[in-house]
Every structure is written in C-alpha cells, then in structure tokens.
C-alpha cells in the first residue's frame, strides 16, 4: 500500500515531544519577564535619584534660590521635568528629566515618595519635598528581597 500522512502513533509522540518543550519554556520566559521589569526598575530608579541628587547639588551651590529653612530637595517630582531658572550672569532653565519615568512593578506605575524629614523605611510621604522615591509594590525580587526596599 502507499499510505501517506501520519500515523496517530507518531503524531502522539510529536504532541508528546512539544508539551515537554512547552512546561519548559513556560516558566523560564516568566523569569526573563521578570528580570526585564527588575533591571527596568533598576534603571528608573537610578534615573530618578541622579536627577534630586543634581537637583540637590545646584541648590548648594547656589544656581538654584531656596528658602533657608528648605532641604534642597525639589517640592515634587514635576520640577525635574518643568525645569528650574539657574541663576548666574546669563539665567537659563535648566531641566533634570524629560519625562518621569513608570514604576514597572506597579499597575498604576506611581512611585512611593519620601521627604527629606521622613523615616528612610517610611510609606508615608511628609509633603515638604522629594529626598527619596521607591517602588510601591510590595512583591519579592528573584534575589528575595523587596521592590519596596531597592
């Protein structure tokens, strides 16, 4: 005879070959997913705090007014983005950030905020400035710790 197609046989043993190929990559593209969003926070975060920090280091030098009672630190995080006027012989705007980026790890992608007279664990933001931002989820990383606590 000259059968042609698959015999049930051999498609069993394809369908067999493809759901162990499958349970595999399953939770190994989860993982990746997760180290992606991780190393995103990472980045963002890092972003985010060189910006205060510069912010923080222009008021000390004097290239940006502050109230002698203030901390330094930008009143919200919307002043990195709108810029601040440098004082010096030629005044000129000067902006920490382009846009403020997400927090991955939240759906809402808000950051925590904390002021520069807050507890450095605090999850309550004082209002006065912005000295520190984390993230707002309260999930594990893969090393263990706290997205929270980066």
Do not use: C
Not at 42 to 71: C, N, Q
Not at 73 to 102: A, T
Not at 137 to 149: C, F, I
């Amino acid at each position: 005879m000259n059968a042609r197609g698959v015999t049930l046989i051999e498609l069993t043993v394809t369908l067999a070959i493809l759901s162990i190929l499958a349970t595999g990559i399953m939770p190994l593209s989860k993982l990746m997913y997760k180290r992606t969003r991780e190393v995103e926070l990472r980045r963002h975060l890092r972003s985010l705090r060189t910006a205060l920090d510069e912010y923080k280091r222009f008021v000390d030098e004097g290239k940006i007014p502050a109230e002698a009672a203030s901390s330094g630190y930008p009143e919200s995080l919307e002043v990195l983005v709108e810029g601040v006027e440098l004082q010096g012989p030629e005044p000129m705007k000067r902006k920490f950030l382009r846009r403020i980026p997400k927090d991955p790890m939240t759906e809402d992608g808000e950051w925590g905020l904390r002021a520069y007279a807050d507890d450095s664990d605090s999850e309550v933001w004082g209002g006065e400035d912005v000295y520190d931002v984390y993230s707002r989820s309260d999930e594990q990383a893969l090393d263990g710790s706290y997205y929270r606590d980066w």
